[in-house]
């Protein structure tokens, strides 16, 4: 089963993430509450994928893709972003980011994308 990474700053948004996850037969996650410490939990636990909130304190999605990617050029990555924020999405996808999730999102588009990215 894969694991996953889920980073937002909001603890009530890593824990619906996981919720609807869950539905989807997700059971190993990760979490991370800022982009600095999303970095250190990547190389720490190698996640299958990553969910990467764009807006958070400390480093922002954008900054700690960047730094995922250089890291490891392979990694998937899935951006979640509010609406409007449509040109930071076209700059994580340029990135490398594979996706995105606009929220509030369905949770069936969630684990849709999920298994998508993951090949399942």
Not at 29 to 42: L, P, R, S, T
């Amino acid at each position: 089963m894969a694991k996953i990474l889920i980073v937002d700053d909001a603890a009530f948004m890593r824990m619906m993430i996981k919720e609807n996850l869950k539905k989807g037969g997700y059971i190993d996650f990760v979490e991370a509450g800022n982009g600095e410490i999303a970095i250190a939990k990547y190389t720490e636990t190698q996640p299958d994928m990553v969910l990467l909130d764009i807006t958070m304190p400390v480093m922002d999605g954008i900054a700690a893709l960047r730094e995922i990617k250089k890291m490891a050029p392979e990694a998937k990555v899935v951006m979640c972003s509010a609406m409007g924020q449509e040109g930071m999405v076209i700059e994580a996808i340029k990135l490398g980011a594979l996706d995105f999730i606009v929220k509030p999102f369905k949770p069936e588009r969630l684990i849709q994308t999920v298994k998508k990215v993951l090949g399942e």
